[in-house]
């Protein structure tokens, strides 16, 4: 029963009972995920997630010390460039294997999984999308148990029968989660931008301003980038951004190593 009382200054007060908290992963109202489920979103897109970002800068080692990108107007066309082609590439790898995920379709998460290696055109970039695969299957198998999909896809990438790519790991993990495609698409690009950023303040002149600047900014364009590659299929996959697969394949073969790409 509700009831109201008049204060001595006319205001009234309810004084109806607060509504009971929601348990843990119960959805939010209007299908919003639950504090549960957001609380897992920014563990893992937080930079510290323990899957090695930090050893890649995605091509900015060598763009910096050829002085492509010198400071912070060039390094936002940088990083708007790693995001588009990843958007259309790594994006669409993830956003099939959550999908897969969701109906058990193991297969066709295998199949994501080695269809995106496959569209790798340097040892460097497939190195670090295995070994961060990798990574976060390990962290998947200790969460959600060796019952789950991930112990399954650990277990063949340790014997060699698919890669393990990072995208496909995080797919597999919002799908366990119960969180949506959109999230984890926003997650992905977060993580790729913010890769390059945070090896742009150890590589470019810049600062933590302007590197915020830059991640604000391209963040409002990451829904159009969704509109698009959630209707795409690996046929459709594309990323023609030429000069960092060169810039990639020089830094294998250079003596820039502070990141292992």
Avoid at 118 to 140: I, P, Q, V, W
Avoid at 165 to 181: K, N
Wanted: hydrophobic residues 45%.
């Amino acid at each position: 029963m509700t009831t109201a009382m008049t204060t001595t200054t006319g205001t009234t007060m309810s004084t109806e009972a607060p509504a009971a908290p929601a348990e843990a992963g119960a959805p939010s109202p209007a299908g919003a995920p639950s504090m549960a489920g957001l609380f897992r979103l920014i563990q893992m897109t937080d930079s510290a997630f323990p899957v090695g970002t930090f050893s890649f800068s995605n091509g900015l080692e060598t763009a910096a010390h050829l002085g492509i990108v010198p400071d912070a107007a060039t390094l936002r066309e940088y990083a708007r460039s790693v995001a588009t082609q990843a958007a259309f590439s790594d994006g669409v790898a993830a956003l099939l294997a959550f999908r897969a995920a969701r109906k058990g379709d193991y297969d066709a998460v295998c199949a994501a999984d080695r269809d995106l290696l496959l569209f790798k055109m340097n040892d460097e970039a497939r190195l670090m999308l295995c070994r961060m695969g990798k990574k976060f299957a390990e962290l998947g198998l200790r969460r959600h148990g060796e019952e789950s999909l991930f112990g399954r896809w650990l277990a063949d990438i340790e014997a060699g029968v698919t890669p393990g790519t990072f995208p496909v790991a995080q797919g597999i993990a919002f799908a366990l989660d119960g969180l949506d495609e959109k999230a984890l698409y926003v997650s992905h690009q977060y993580g790729v931008i913010n890769m390059v950023l945070s090896a742009a303040l150890r590589l470019v002149r810049v600062s933590h301003y302007d590197t915020q600047q830059i991640l604000a900014e391209l963040g409002g364009e990451v829904e159009a980038m969704y509109e698009k590659a959630r209707n795409m299929g690996f046929e459709n996959m594309n990323a023609f951004v030429p000069e960092m697969d060169i810039l990639a394949s020089l830094h294998e073969k250079g003596s820039m190593r502070m990141f292992m790409n």
